[in-house]
C-alpha cells in the first residue's frame, strides 16, 4: 500500500511539472499535429474576417437601400433619379434601378418595340441585374460552410494522429502510467478542440448571412417588380 501511494504521488508530481498551456500543447506536438493546428488556426481567422465583412457589407447595404427607396418613392422625376445614381452605382438597388432606366431609354428610343416587348426586355434585364449583384453579395460565403463541414474532421485527424503517436510512446517506454499518456492525449485533443472552434462558428455565421442575404435579394426582386408595374403603367400612358 505504501509503495503504491508513493508512486501515485510521483505520477501526480510529474502530472503537476507538466505544462498543459495551449503554446507547450503546440509546441510538443508532432509535425502533422502541428500542421493541422496551423491550418485550423488560419480557417478560423479567415472565417472571422469573412463574417465580420459580410455582417457589416448587409447592414451598409441595407442602409443604402433604405436611403434609395426613400428618395424613389418621394414622388420625385425617375429621370433625375437616375441622373443623380450615375452610370455604375455601387448600391445593387441603385443598380438594379439604373439598368431598367437605360433600358426603357433605349427601347422608348426605339419606335419597334411594342409596350410588351419593351415591359419583358427591362424585366430581363432586371432579372439578370439582380442575380448578379446578389452573387457579388455572396461571395466568399461558401468558404464558410466549407470551414464548417471539414474543420472537425481535419481536427480529428490530428486527434488520431497524436493518439496514434502516444500508443507508440506507450510501447516504446512500456510504461502505461497517466503521466506518460496525458500530455500525448492533451495534444491529440487540442487538434480536435480547434477544430470545432473553427466549424461552430462559420456555421452559425452561414446560417445567419445566408438568411440575411436571401432577404436582401427578396427585397431586390420586390424592387424589381414595383418598378416594372411602374414602367408598365408609363408605356401605356
Not at 465583412?53 to 414622388?75: H, I, P, Q, Y
Amino acid at each position: 500500500m505504501e509503495g503504491n501511494a508513493v508512486e501515485a504521488a510521483r505520477i501526480a508530481g510529474v502530472i503537476a511539472a507538466t505544462d498543459f498551456s495551449l503554446v507547450a500543447l503546440f509546441l510538443k506536438a508532432d509535425i502533422v499535429v502541428k500542421a493541422v493546428m496551423v491550418i485550423l488556426v488560419i480557417a478560423s481567422v479567415w472565417c472571422w474576417a469573412i463574417i465580420i465583412d459580410k455582417v457589416m457589407r448587409l447592414r451598409r447595404l441595407n442602409r443604402a437601400a433604405d436611403e434609395f427607396e426613400d428618395t424613389f418613392w418621394s414622388g420625385g422625376s425617375l429621370d433625375e433619379l437616375y441622373e443623380k445614381s450615375g452610370v455604375n452605382p455601387r448600391e445593387p438597388m441603385a443598380a438594379v434601378f439604373g439598368a431598367a432606366m437605360r433600358e426603357w431609354r433605349r427601347s422608348a428610343e426605339t419606335s419597334r418595340d411594342t409596350g410588351k416587348t419593351m415591359i419583358d426586355r427591362v424585366d430581363r434585364v432586371m432579372d439578370v441585374t439582380v442575380t448578379r449583384e446578389v452573387e457579388r453579395i455572396e461571395r466568399q460565403l461558401t468558404i464558410l460552410a466549407t470551414t464548417g463541414s471539414t474543420a472537425p474532421f481535419i481536427g480529428l485527424f490530428g486527434t488520431v494522429w497524436g493518439i496514434m503517436n502516444s500508443f507508440q510512446a506507450i510501447a516504446i517506454s512500456k510504461n502505461t502510467s497517466l503521466a506518460v499518456v496525458a500530455p500525448g492525449i492533451a495534444e491529440a485533443l487540442f487538434a480536435t478542440a480547434l477544430g470545432l472552434l473553427a466549424a461552430i462558428p462559420a456555421v452559425i455565421a452561414y446560417n445567419k448571412i445566408s438568411k440575411d442575404m436571401d432577404r436582401y435579394g427578396d427585397r431586390l426582386d420586390t424592387f424589381s417588380g414595383e418598378f416594372s408595374a411602374i414602367i408598365s403603367r408609363q408605356s401605356e400612358s
